[in-house]
């Protein structure tokens, strides 16, 4: 086969023009493929996070797959707000808990007055006074000291969190008086006395705290879920501009592309001769994407057909410069590779290699004698 000895001629303009006027749009060319290659950047970034979102999407609902059944149920149901909606929902939702927290709180705040003024919660009002009181082997008995001004303070401070929080303090009072103190004291059974009464007390709250536990509870699991689907919506959004946006990309590029070819020289007779033969010397896979090259511009090009007929006179200018770059850098990859290889396996494989190659020069041949009988004719 004759090898595509001339090299890929440069974008020449067909007419001689001022050298200010082809300076100023050489560089406007390069300003919007400048442009277009700063939007590709972007949309990538894009496409990188939509990707990874769906990618982490997946692992979660491989992991919960009733979750993911509950979740298309919701999004059937009722339309999804925006995020920044959502996140305005989960702000009042929880300004509305804090405040049904802090009324329970408030009715434990009662509880606690009631405890504190029996007439055996003295001892338990106050830190214990460790040296005052000789207690040397206090702190290696008692991990976590506590009394009730203690409490008082952090409540007022609104440290707790939640009623439960003060709840396990409280025991935490009476626990370590009788831990520390020998169970026949009188601090012993104090401690032990007020516990019990504490706990009767606590049994009466405990169902409203349970209640509001279990709605916060599911007013979370809402708020994720809706704020999934929200994530979810966002994210499809964004992959439907950035679908539309990267075919606005595909157009420009296109157009410039055109614009290119208008300005360049028409392929010579000769050059489509050497394109032609230059085809049949790419391996299979590069055959296969020059083919596609083609196809792009002609819709009823079929490039995977078991027999190709490639007629080089038929192509636009776009398509025979884009083969011509392809060819050039396909054969050039292809002469490193074999150069690496050392032409390591030819005889195994070199006839089913070749025989794509010899069906598409066949092709080639077959069409240019059709138009020299046509000629003669």
Not at 151 to 170: G, L, W
Not at 346 to 357: A, H, I, P
């Amino acid at each position: 086969m004759e090898a595509m000895d001339a090299p890929i001629s440069n974008f020449t303009a067909v007419h001689a023009g001022n050298p200010e006027s082809d300076v100023a749009e050489v560089e406007s060319f390069r300003l919007r493929v400048d442009d277009i290659f700063q939007k590709v950047d972007e949309l990538e970034e894009r496409v990188n996070e939509i990707e990874q979102f769906y990618f982490n999407a997946s692992k979660k609902q491989g992991s919960n797959s009733k979750g993911s059944s509950t979740l298309k149920d919701k999004e059937k149901e009722r339309h999804v707000p925006s995020i920044r909606k959502q996140q305005q929902e989960a702000s009042r939702r929880e300004k509305a808990a804090e405040k049904r927290m802090e009324e329970l709180i408030r009715q434990f705040g009662t509880i606690l007055r009631n405890i504190t003024q029996h007439k055996w919660a003295w001892p338990f009002m106050q830190p214990v006074d460790v040296k005052g009181l000789g207690l040397d082997d206090y702190y290696e008995v008692i991990d976590k000291p506590m009394d009730f001004s203690t409490i008082k303070k952090q409540m007022e401070a609104k440290e707790y969190k939640n009623v439960r929080e003060i709840c396990t303090d409280v025991r935490l009072v009476f626990k370590n008086a009788m831990k520390y103190n020998d169970e026949r004291s009188d601090v012993h059974v104090m401690a032990k006395t007020l516990l019990a009464k504490f706990e009767e007390k606590w049994l009466q709250l405990l169902p409203k705290v349970t209640e509001e536990e279990k709605r916060r509870e599911e007013e979370e699991a809402e708020a994720q879920l809706d704020m999934q689907l929200a994530q979810d919506a966002a994210h499809a959004k964004m992959a439907r501009d950035t679908s539309n946006e990267l075919y606005e990309v595909d157009v420009h590029l296109d157009e410039l592309r055109e614009m290119l070819v208008q300005k360049c020289r028409k392929t010579s007779t000769e050059e489509k001769r050497k394109l032609g033969a230059a085809l049949t010397r790419l391996s299979p896979e590069d055959l296969g994407k020059a083919l596609e090259i083609v196809a792009q511009s002609n819709t009823g090009f079929q490039a995977t057909a078991e027999e190709v007929e490639l007629d080089m006179d038929a192509q636009s200018e776009s398509t025979l410069w884009r083969l011509k770059f392809f060819v050039k850098d396909a054969l050039k990859c292809q002469g490193n590779n074999n150069n690496n290889d050392n032409n390591k396996n030819n005889n195994n494989s070199g006839t089913n290699n070749n025989k794509r190659k010899r069906e598409i020069c066949d092709a080639i041949a077959k069409t240019a004698k059709k138009k020299k009988q046509k000629a003669s004719a």
